[in-house]
């Protein structure tokens, strides 16, 4: 599942090339008599793991992409990589052609609508917005969202606490702040928890540009410090990182049994 810093990067190689174009084809797999040709695309941005397009005459194309979907953009009249029917949206312009492919979700809102309202609502502060998430206000939406005895595995990808973290980040921030995957939000204090989400602000942000993720810098080839990187030795301490699915969403968790005791 994408990150939240790979749906900003889409939004950047996006937003020059539809932005104030207009359409000269859409469709929207789920609502295929939606007609949208002849109105222009008047914004596109990111927020947590989200695509909203901003359209002429208050609309909004929204998409989470999920494990499996993806955005390709191809010149007109350029062959498809992917089969059509796999075609969640397409937005056509005079010389592009916008397809997400395969996307969980995707649907077209009105901008002041109760869908778009309850979306907005539902997200938590964006980690890669323009002005820095307020630390407190992070704690407090988990410790109101989420029971006492949830474990931070859960907790860090709950979009509602704050919204960019996906499966990566999480593993690699418990093994930055040494804290075992299924320890409880009621026992991570205030400030440690602040702290771990100012730092998924700066790994987020340090991973905008076009080269590979990677959460650490030691010259020696290695991305992450815990991620995929399971029955391996710990860069840290020589361990064997350990893998298993934890949590209440099933994800792939990987930690180092020595260094999260």
Not at 111 to 129: E, M, S, V
């Amino acid at each position: 599942m994408p990150e939240g810093d790979t749906i900003h990067k889409i939004a950047r190689a996006i937003a020059p090339r539809l932005e104030g174009e207009r359409l000269a084809h859409f469709l929207l797999q789920d609502d295929p008599g939606l007609k949208l040709e002849g109105r222009r695309v008047d914004r596109v941005y990111a927020r947590g793991k989200h695509l909203w397009i901003d359209i002429e005459g208050d609309l909004i194309v929204r998409t989470h992409l999920g494990m499996h979907g993806s955005w390709h953009r191809y010149a007109q009249g350029e062959r498809w990589k992917r089969p059509a029917r796999q075609a969640s949206v397409v937005l056509s312009t005079e010389r592009d052609v916008f397809v997400c492919f395969q996307a969980m979700e995707s649907e077209c809102v009105r901008a002041d609508g109760a869908r778009a309202r309850g979306q907005r609502h539902r997200l938590g502060p964006d980690l890669l917005g323009d002005r820095a998430p307020d630390g407190g206000e992070i704690v407090r939406r988990a410790r109101a969202l989420l029971e006492p005895d949830v474990p931070l595995v859960d907790v860090l990808l709950h979009q509602g606490v704050a919204a960019g973290i996906g499966n990566v980040y999480k593993c690699e921030l418990l093994f930055l702040h040494g804290i075992h995957p299924l320890r409880r939000l009621d026992h991570v204090a205030d400030a440690q928890l602040a702290t771990v989400y100012r730092e998924a602000r700066e790994l987020l942000q340090e991973n905008l540009g076009p080269h590979l993720r990677t959460t650490r810098n030691a010259g020696d080839g290695g991305r992450y410090w815990v991620y995929g990187r399971g029955g391996e030795a710990c860069h840290r301490c020589g361990a064997r990182i350990e893998a298993a699915t934890l949590g209440a969403r099933r994800r792939v968790t990987y930690w180092c049994p020595s260094c999260q005791s």
